[in-house]
């Protein structure tokens, strides 16, 4: 399906790896010229140039910054100051138990995974309405409405992201911007690739069983019984950033894999 994203602008942040470089590398697929962002600058020029000889009609930038940083935000504005796409991709995780999380930890991730976000949204939608077109998506999890009391400081922060992004949507009204959160279920990053690998070291064993092995064990409430793999929520997100989807509106979107037992 054509996505009408040909020669839109896109900045995505945390893009050099994982969920966000997928969603990058679809939106590239339909002719977007993405804003590449990450802390390392090495890793994001090298995915730059990945972008460019994969998909050369388009001009990927690089956005290197560190986005928790304010001085560093106003740099990436100043140098970027509109895009038609905002996706905030990025974000911190780690299981942890909720008796170990101090007070630094909470503000370390309200301060990376909502303000950052929400600094960056603050400062590209004005002009989104402005120009009556613009998406803005938050990439949120499944923790986000069924936390499963493993990482409290994360789910919390998800949460949040989805309180936003309907408060935010409410500012839309009567135009082509559009504000939404999507939740994706447990997803193959290079981190938890990773990790499957180090609990079953059989390098004889596929890891195609390997990943059965871990779902069965640890995820049996996932119905897919697999990780979705990162090109999965890029191409779904790929098209809530297109025209066809100016319908959804501060709407939460789920790709879990069947994780979430409820009917909403």
């Not at 995505?12 to 339909?30: D, M, R």
């Not at 796409?85 to 301060?111: F, P, T």
């Not at 493993?150 to 919390?156: A, D, I, K, N, T």
Request: hydrophobic share 40%.
């Amino acid at each position: 399906m054509e996505m009408g994203l040909t020669n839109k602008t896109a900045l995505v942040t945390g893009s050099t790896k994982g969920i966000g470089k997928a969603i990058a590398f679809e939106l590239a697929k339909e002719g977007a010229h993405v804003f590449i962002n990450g802390r390392n600058a090495e890793e994001v020029e090298r995915t730059v140039h990945e972008l460019k000889s994969a998909f050369p009609e388009t001009s990927p930038q690089n956005a290197a910054a560190d986005l928790v940083d304010r001085a560093q935000r106003e740099a990436l504005f100043e140098k970027f100051p509109n895009v038609d796409i905002l996706v905030n991709s990025m974000g911190i995780y780690e299981i942890m138990q909720y008796e170990d999380i101090d007070d630094a930890i909470w503000e370390k991730y309200i301060s990376t995974n909502v303000l950052a976000a929400n600094a960056l949204t603050k400062f590209y939608m004005p002009s989104m309405l402005e120009n009556q077109y613009g998406r803005i998506i938050f990439i949120a999890s499944e923790e986000a409405v069924m936390p499963s009391g493993q990482m409290p400081q994360y789910g919390v922060t998800k949460s949040m992201l989805l309180s936003l992004a309907k408060s935010l949507s409410k500012l839309t009204k009567g135009t082509e911007v559009t504000v939404n959160t999507i939740m994706p279920g447990p997803t193959l990053s290079e981190n938890v690739q990773q990790i499957i690998e180090g609990i079953y070291n059989d390098e004889d064993m596929p890891f195609s069983e390997k990943e059965k092995a871990f779902m069965a064990s640890n995820l049996p409430q996932s119905e897919i019984q697999r990780f979705i793999r990162p090109f999965e929520i890029g191409r779904l997100t790929a098209f809530i950033c297109s025209p066809y989807a100016s319908a959804f509106k501060g709407s939460p979107i789920r790709m879990d894999g069947g994780m979430v037992p409820t009917i909403f």
